[in-house]
């Protein structure tokens, strides 16, 4: 089995940067993808971030160019820099991971506020 732990969303304003960790603990090795995703309010839950194991980076349009996903060495932890915030950021941000047959895995989730 495999479990998810976020941190670091919160309150910020519209420009400025948060940090989202996302550890990862279990049978990481049946990982073969993991991200980030997030739902705003009264909307339908989004892909934000997911890299594979083989290194291959998704990210939505609208994040590109402000959003980075990065991997520790160990494959523990997962980290969403995000810079240049807007309002419309403001979301529920879930941990994913894929496992195989199917089988996806989420964290609890972390409250991103994005103030005008």
């Known amino acids: 089995q495999v479990q998810l732990v976020e941190s670091g969303g919160g309150l910020v304003q519209a420009g400025e940067s948060l940090r989202l960790s996302c550890v990862a603990s279990?049978?990481?090795?049946?990982?073969?993808?993991i991200g980030w995703y997030r739902q705003p309010p009264g909307l339908e839950r989004e892909l934000v971030a997911v890299?594979?194991?083989?290194?291959?980076?998704t990210y939505a349009e609208s994040v590109k160019g402000r959003f980075t996903i990065s991997r520790d060495q160990a494959e523990r932890t997962i980290v969403l820099q995000m810079n240049s915030l807007k309002p419309e950021d403001t979301a529920v941000y879930f941990c994913?991971?894929?496992?195989?047959?199917?089988?996806?895995?989420w964290g609890q989730g972390t409250q991103v506020t994005v103030s005008s």
């Open positions: 994913n991971a894929e496992l195989p047959f199917g089988v996806n895995v």
């Open positions: 279990g049978t990481i090795y049946t990982i073969h993808t």
């Open positions: 890299t594979t194991t083989g290194g291959k980076v």
